[in-house]
C-alpha cells in the first residue's frame, strides 16, 4: 500500500488531510513535531511526506535535511502559508520535489500526490531493478571463476585471455567503453563451459566425436545465458562467435571475414594464445615463440591477418619475445616453404 506523512502543526489540517487521502486508498500518518516525523520515517518508510516549515520543535528545513540523509529517495512536498521564495529555494536545494502554498483544495493536493507517488513507485522500481542487475552480474562473474576451478588446467585462463584482449583493444587505440567491454568479454568467455562435465573437461585423451560437439555449445551456451541481460548483450555476441574462423570453418555458424565481429576476432587470437602457451590435460604447453609461430601460419584461415601482426607487436613490447626472434621465425618459415617447394617441383 501507498504510504503519506503529513506533518503539520495543525492538528484540523492532518486530521482532514488524512480523512481524505485514507479515503481515496493511501495508508496515512501524521506527526504534529518534526522529531515524530523522522521517527515514522525509519518505521514507516512512506513513499511521500508534506512538510510544513514552521514546526514547533524542529524548522521544517532542518527535518528536511535529515529525512534526505535518512531517505534519499522520498518524495518531499512542502506546505507553506505564505509565497516565501528565499525558503523554497532552499527547500528545494536541499532535496524538495515541490512545494504547495495554504490555502489549497484537496482535489489540487490528490493531482500532485499521485504526480509525485508514481514517480517515486517508479524511481523504486529502478533502483530494485538496477540492484537486482548489479547482483546477476556478481553471480555471472563468480560462476565464470567457479568454472575455472573445474579445470585444472586452466585456472588463470580467463584473466590471462582477458589481458591479452584488452592489449591488442589499446594498441588499436579502442574507446574506452569497447575496451572494457572486451575485458569483461574475455573474462566471460569460456562461462558456457559451466554445464559440460569434469571428465570431458580434463579429459587426457583425445575427446570423442560427441565430446568435442559437447565442448563447441559452450559458446551457444555462454551466449543463451548472457543475452537475457541487457547490459551483457555485447558481450554475449562476441563471446557466441570466438570460435568463428577468417575462412568460415569455426563454429557455431560459420562466419567468415567481415561477418564475424571485430571483437570476437580479438578473443580468438587471445584465446588460442594463451591456450597454446598453458599446460593442458592431452599436452604440455608450447614456448611463446612457437605459439607466435602458429598464429602466424594461421593468418587469413583461422586468424585475421592484422590483429596477429598486432597481438605480435604487443608481446615484442612486453619482452615477452623479441623483434629478432619474430625475424628468424619468418626466415626460417619462408627457407622451409622453398625446400617444400623445390621439392614438390623437384
Known amino acids: 500500500m501507498i504510504k503519506l506523512l503529513i506533518v503539520d502543526d495543525d492538528i484540523g489540517i492532518c486530521k482532514v488531510l488524512q480523512d481524505f487521502f485514507e479515503i481515496k486508498g493511501y495508508k496515512t500518518f501524521i506527526a504534529l513535531r518534526g522529531q515524530k516525523a523522522l521517527d515514522l520515517i525509519e518505521k514507516e518508510k512512506p513513499h511521500l511526506v508534506f512538510l510544513d516549515i514552521g514546526l514547533p520543535d524542529i524548522s521544517g528545513l532542518e527535518v528536511l535535511q535529515e529525512i534526505r540523509k535518512r531517505d534519499a529517495a522520498v518524495k518531499i512536498i512542502m506546505i507553506t502559508a505564505y509565497d516565501e521564495e528565499d525558503k523554497m529555494r532552499d527547500a528545494e536545494k536541499n532535496g524538495a520535489s515541490d512545494y504547495i502554498i495554504k490555502p489549497f ?5 490528490n493531482e500532485i500526490t499521485l504526480r509525485k507517488v508514481y514517480k517515486q513507485l517508479f524511481d523504486d522500481l529502478r533502483l530494485k531493478h538496477s540492484k537486482l542487475i548489479s547482483t546477476f552480474e556478481q553471480i555471472v562473474f563468480t560462476l565464470a571463476k567457479t568454472l575455472e576451478k573445474k579445470d585444472l588446467y586452466t585456472r588463470g585462463h580467463s584473466e ?5 584482449s584488452v592489449d591488442i583493444a589499446k594498441e588499436l587505440n579502442l574507446s574506452e567503453n569497447e575496451v572494457i567491454i572486451m575485458s569483461q568479454a574475455a573474462l566471460l568467455h569460456d562461462i ?13 585423451a583425445p575427446l570423442l566425436e560427441e ?6 555449445r559452450h559458446t551457444t551456451t555462454g551466449f ?4 537475457i541481460i541487457k547490459s551483457f ?4 555476441i562476441i563471446i557466441k562467435h570466438h570460435h568463428e574462423r577468417i575462412d568460415g570453418n569455426g563454429y557455431p555458424e560459420n562466419k567468415k571475414n567481415e561477418e564475424i565481429p571485430f571483437l570476437s576476432k580479438i578473443l580468438a587470437i587471445a584465446d588460442s594464445y594463451d591456450a597454446m602457451t598453458s599446460d593442458r590435460a592431452y599436452r604440455k604447453r608450447l614456448l611463446p ?3 607466435i609461430k602458429r598464429l602466424i601460419m594461421g593468418k587469413g584461415t583461422q586468424f585475421d591477418t592484422m590483429l596477429v601482426n598486432v597481438f605480435v607487436n604487443t608481446l615484442i613490447k612486453k619482452q615477452v619475445v623479441t623483434p629478432d626472434d619474430i625475424k628468424r621465425l619468418i ?5 622451409i616453404q622453398s625446400l617444400y617447394y623445390n621439392q614438390a617441383n623437384g
Open 105 to 109: 483544495s484537496l482535489e489540487y493536493l
Open 160 to 164: 590471462r585471455v582477458s589481458q591479452y
Open 192 to 204: 558456457g563451459k559451466i554445464g559440460i562435465k569434469d571428465n570431458i573437461l580434463n579429459k587426457r
Open 211 to 216: 565430446e568435442m560437439n559437447e565442448i563447441k
Open 224 to 227: 543463451n545465458l548472457l543475452q
Open 233 to 236: 548483450r555485447e558481450h554475449a
Open 289 to 291: 615463440i612457437e605459439a
Open 331 to 335: 626466415y626460417n618459415d619462408l627457407i
